[in-house]
């Protein structure tokens, strides 16, 4: 395995990480991540609202340069892309289960309720 590194002192990329446990473990890396990243796209994708556009390019866009890292930096550092990636997902979630909240603040309230937030 010594020489699939370019020095001793140069650790091994995500891909030379998990093929250093056998193919079947890259295998299930591989399939493991393809999953992660699906489920993302898919989640962000139904989102209705205007952000899902924007959410959607960051995440291919993300979801591209980890696939750029696999292969030249360690696995700690792909890790931390991949939870940033898990992360913009759950937030698109969590604004997506308070949204109909935020846009019906505004419609349950009366003309006398109006009035006496101003002091009219």
């Not at 002192?9 to 056998?22: D, V």
């Not at 959607?56 to 990636?85: F, K, W």
Request: net charge positive.
């Amino acid at each position: 395995m010594e020489k699939m590194r370019v020095h001793s002192f140069i650790p091994y990329s995500t891909l030379g990480e998990w093929a250093s446990f056998g193919s079947g473990v890259l295998l299930a890396f591989i399939i493991g991540w393809t999953v992660i990243v699906r489920v993302c796209i898919s989640s962000i994708s139904r989102n209705p609202g205007i952000l899902r556009l924007p959410l959607l390019m960051l995440t291919i866009a993300l979801s591209s340069l980890i696939v750029l890292e696999m292969g030249q930096y360690n696995t700690r550092a792909v890790a931390r892309l991949v939870d940033l990636l898990i992360l913009i997902s759950l937030a698109d979630l969590a604004t997506r289960r308070i949204q109909p909240a935020i846009e019906n603040l505004g419609k349950n309230r009366t003309r006398d309720d109006l009035d006496l937030a101003t002091g009219s």
